[in-house]
Nanobody, 122 residues
């Protein structure tokens, strides 16, 4: 089993910044992609940013404001969010596409964290 634990959410004023972290632990052989998704009230979950090797991709709505990065040694992905807007308010979920190894058997799995709430409001 693999666990993803997010941290760093909270309440911030418009124009402010937050940094989210997501640490993966457990029976991990290797991690391919890690990313962040978000779900606002009444809306579907959407991709925010993803990192694979040295490549990153962002939703158009966050380009230039958010930066995703990864510490491979710690199996941790970060999301630096700057110039936050009220429309960024959502629960942010960490996602990992990885190879799990249990008792010598490997399989490709996708895991999600439980989410961390980001509220942008004055």
């Amino acid at each position: 089993q693999v666990q993803l634990v997010e941290s760093g959410g909270g309440l911030v004023q418009p124009g402010g910044s937050l940094r989210l972290s997501c640490a993966a632990s457990g029976s991990i052989f290797s991690i391919n992609n890690m990313g962040w998704y978000r779900q606002a009230p009444g809306k579907e979950r959407e991709l925010v940013a993803v990192i694979s090797g040295g490549n990153t991709n962002y939703a158009d709505s966050v380009k230039g404001r958010f930066t995703i990065s990864r510490d491979n040694a710690k199996n941790t992905v970060y999301l630096q969010m700057n110039t936050l807007k009220p429309e960024d308010t959502a629960v942010y979920y960490c996602n990992a596409d990885l190879i799990e190894q249990i008792w010598g058997h490997r399989r490709v799995m996708v895991y999600w964290g439980k989410g961390t709430l980001v509220t942008v409001s004055s």
